[in-house]
């Protein structure tokens, strides 16, 4: 334990991330025990009001507590950058693997589909996915349409790190004593690179989270369900900014806010594990 105390003060960004990620879950499980979620669904006899005793975050005009709406939207959002973001690295890391260790026509095939991929404007490819869904999405749907991509840049990263790996001499031992290539990959390459997979895997649920936000404030996301994204959907559909009504964008941007900077202080520090360099100067 002191030796982890010791490391944590050597590593602020991997601190600073787990405190703001551990703000957040004390708030959507200690809200959990003191809020009703069901006022986070749409009730018209309730009018809007700003934060008061009764309704800390205030309401909004469809009714709803948004103390409620951010207990009972938080976790969702979360959930779908979380699945998004384990399918997209899960994929990418088996296609990278196999591409940078067989290599060959396999390699050309898997790293000219992500490059072309990379190169369209992912929202626009989201957004007709999206759009072609006759049905009212999911959050479960919202994370398979945002997964749809997000396989694309961990693909690109991972196979540059295991081209790094596969010349080395340990590599190559184990190629000469015969053993076979998957066994290779997951007993010489893959546990080499867990903690840039870890960095890539949150780096890939931020951009997910990102990309799902993006969706629902055009108003392509679940509309029943009160994620942050498309409660600024609201915000904006009801032109909230425009009439005053601070507390309505205020909660969800800095919960917004502080996922993202949670997100991004964890992927720093994770990187400095996963980086030999970064760690000899720290």
């Known amino acids: 334990m002191k030796g982890l105390g010791r490391y944590l003060r050597r590593n602020p960004s991997l601190l600073v991330g787990i405190g703001l990620l551990t703000i957040l879950t004390l708030f959507v499980t200690v809200g959990h025990l003191f809020v009703d979620t069901e006022d986070a669904r749409a009730l018209s ?11 800390p975050f ?9 103390l409620a709406v951010m207990v009972a939207g938080t976790p969702l959002t979360l959930r779908i950058g ?7 690295v899960g994929i990418g890391t088996v296609l990278a693997f196999v591409a940078a260790y ?10 000219g589909i992500a490059d072309i991929g990379l190169t369209v404007p992912g929202l626009l490819v989201l957004i007709i996915i999206a759009v072609s869904i006759k049905t009212s999405l999911t959050v479960n749907q919202m994370a398979l349409i945002v997964a749809s991509l997000a396989w694309l840049n961990p693909t690109r ?9 596969r010349e080395r001499g340990y590599v190559e031992i184990a190629r000469m004593s015969g ?18 997979l870890a960095a890539t895997l949150v780096n890939a649920v931020s951009s997910a989270i990102l990309a799902s936000i993006g969706l629902e404030v055009l108003g392509l996301g679940p509309i029943d369900a009160p994620t942050l994204g498309m409660t600024l959907y609201w915000v904006n559909f009801n ?3 425009i009439n005053g009504w601070w507390w309505w964008w205020t909660a969800p941007t800095v ?23 970064l760690r000899r100067s720290a």
Request: net charge neutral; charged share 15%.
């Open 45 to 55: 006899v309730r009018p809007l009001r700003p934060p008061s005793w009764d309704y």
């Open 179 to 196: 053993m076979s290539g998957p066994a290779i990959i997951f007993t010489e390459l893959m546990p080499n690179l867990l903690p840039y």
């Open 255 to 277: 919960i917004i806010v502080l996922v993202f900077l949670g997100l991004f202080f964890l992927t720093v520090g994770l990187d400095e594990i996963a980086n030999p360099r």
């Open 102 to 111: 067989y290599g060959g026509l396999l390699d050309t095939i898997i790293r």
């Open 58 to 66: 205030g309401t909004d005009r469809q009714g709803r507590d948004l």
């Open 239 to 241: 032109a909230a900014m």
């Open 82 to 88: 979380f699945i998004a973001g384990f399918l997209g």
């Open 157 to 165: 990263t991972i196979r540059a790190q295991v081209l790094t790996l």
